[in-house]
């Protein structure tokens, strides 16, 4: 599966920003992420949406300032990203997780094994 992150920029602190992730090549696993990868900071996890019904998970950093959503149709995720700050900088990656990967560790990082390429996202404040 190769997935094609896309979207980002740079915007002023309170700016909106939508990311999309492309997949193809195959079926995307059991959930779909978005993580982030801020300078001299560990990657983490923004959001997740499992595939089949729509369920979400949030960071506590970004709840209720960003959506995760998918299309089925255009095998797409999106990170609607509203209410940025400086902090929010980073670089933004979408991955797809294992087939089998269950609800309680859909979160780590670790479960998700095709990554797409990353989209910078700079928030000025």
């Known amino acids: 599966v190769q997935l094609q992150a896309s979207g980002g920029g740079l915007v002023q602190a309170g700016d909106s920003l939508r990311l999309s992730c492309v997949a193809s090549g195959g079926t995307v696993g059991r959930y779909v992420g978005w993580f982030r990868q801020a300078p001299g900071k560990e990657r983490e996890t923004a959001a997740v949406?499992?595939?089949?019904?729509?369920?979400?998970l949030y960071a506590g950093s970004v709840k209720g300032r960003f959506t995760i959503s998918r299309d089925k149709a255009k095998n797409t995720v999106y990170l609607q990203m509203n209410g940025l700050k400086p902090e929010d900088t980073a670089v933004y990656y979408c991955?797809?997780?294992?087939?089998?990967?269950?609800?309680?560790?859909?979160?780590?990082?670790?479960?998700?094994?095709?990554w797409g390429q990353g989209t910078q996202v700079t928030v000025s404040s």
């Open positions: 991955a797809s997780s294992r087939t089998s990967t269950i609800h309680s560790a859909s979160f780590d990082p670790d479960n998700y094994i095709y």
């Open positions: 949406i499992k595939w089949s019904d729509g369920n979400t």
